[in-house]
Structures are given as C-alpha cells and as structure tokens.
C-alpha cells in the first residue's frame, strides 16, 4: 500500500514509486531520469476553491480524489466520515480534496456535477472515475481498488 503513482512533470511519464524504499533516496522518471517530486501523505481532506484549484489538483503529480458536497446536503453530511475514515487508505496514494458548491459553484458546473455528493478521480487532469451519491467505506474502496494496490 506504500505505491503511489506519479506523474513527471517534464515528460508525463506515470511511474510506480513504493514510499517505503524511498526512505530519504530520491525517486527518478523511468523514461527521462528527472528528480520525481513525491508528496508525503496527507493528515486531513483538503478543501479546494476555485482560486486553487488549478494549482493544487490539476498540477497534482499523484491521483486525486475529490468529492463535490454542500453544507445543507445531508448525503453530503452523512459522506464526509466515510472519506475522513478511509484518508489512512487513501493519504498514501493519492490527494484527497474536497469541493463546497455552496462557495464554489462555478466548479461543479465545470464538472457537471447535478447532483451531491459526487466524487471524482482525476489522474494528470483527467477524469478516470465518477461516484454518483453517498457510498459506504466497502464500496468506495472497491471503486478505489485500483489505486489502493
């Protein structure tokens, strides 16, 4: 569970990196040998605007998850522990965010998010995976079986 999969940023190359044999080294693109920049894992759900968003989930060299709620959606109230819960599983391989529509709507828009809560996971900017409503812990991580590897 320590790989996490990370895009170089010159090349685009996405390379397998085990966390626990990194250990202080430094971790190289396979195909051009640049200096990888490998992120730590994350204590808390990042919560992304519209301001940052660019600069903290498109230009993310791991994958990220991110879910779209409101303050006033009780689904969306009931979904937040499950993403809280799972952030040890997740933490390690890929960003975890999250998106108020309340203060950003303009994102769910880009998104065509219609209903919340709805989860996202973009890889290099990219939408790989869609999870309409309110999932438990077993079915988000069987969704995210892929990356939970």
Do not use: W
């Amino acid at each position: 569970m320590a790989n996490v999969i990370v895009h170089c940023k010159e090349c685009g190359t996405a390379n397998r990196v085990d966390r626990a044999k990194l250990q202080g080294a430094v971790a190289h693109c396979s195909t051009c040998r640049r200096t990888l920049q490998v992120p730590g894992p994350q204590s808390s759900v990042l919560l992304v605007r519209d301001r940052t968003f660019n600069e903290r989930v498109l230009a993310s060299t791991v994958p990220v998850f991110i879910y779209f709620c409101r303050a006033t959606c009780g689904y969306c109230r009931r979904f937040e522990p499950v993403v809280a819960g799972m952030l040890p599983e997740l933490a390690p391989v890929m960003l975890v965010a999250r998106v108020d529509l309340d203060a950003d709507p303009g994102l769910g828009a880009r998104y065509h998010i219609s209903g919340t809560p709805t989860s996202l996971v973009l890889e290099a900017g990219a939408v790989k995976d869609r999870i309409e409503g309110a999932v438990s812990a077993d079915q988000l991580r069987y969704r995210l079986a892929r990356y939970l590897r």
